[in-house]
């Protein structure tokens, strides 16, 4: 079964880091776009981050500039989210998700997608 494996969620404290991964299962994720989403308990899915391969373009949420970053390991074919400065607000289920083409607004626009890693922001 196609679909992307998120890792590296876990219980930090606010002004902590922790770095997300991403595996493309059965696919290259270089040949796709590849976006962060995430979900906090209640709310939807909100875009965080995306990188398209076409024109290399990288997208981040406001909430997330400057403390976010991703990035791609085309090696082992993943893609990571480094996530610095770590707030409450971050809290959520953080899923990663690959479209053939572009970046797309809503998680479930995409091809592929995973079962997401909880991260917890708490002191």
């Known amino acids: 079964q196609l679909r992307t494996v998120e890792s590296g969620g876990g219980l930090v404290q606010p002004g902590g880091s922790l770095r997300l991964s991403c595996l493309g299962s059965g696919f290259f994720l270089r040949h796709y776009a590849v976006a962060w989403f995430r979900q906090a308990p209640g709310k939807e899915h909100e875009e965080v981050s995306c990188?398209?391969?076409?024109?290399?373009?990288?997208n981040y949420a406001d909430s997330v500039k400057e403390r976010f970053s991703i990035s791609e390991d085309n090696d082992n074919n993943l893609v990571y989210l480094q996530m610095n400065d770590l707030k409450p607000e971050d809290t959520g289920v953080y899923f990663c998700?690959?479209?053939?083409?572009?970046?797309?607004?809503?998680?479930?626009?995409?091809?592929?997608w995973g079962q997401g890693t909880q991260v917890i922001v708490s002191s």
């Open positions: 990188i398209e391969r076409s024109g290399g373009s990288i």
């Open positions: 998700a690959a479209h053939a083409r572009q970046c797309r607004p809503h998680l479930y626009d995409y091809h592929y």
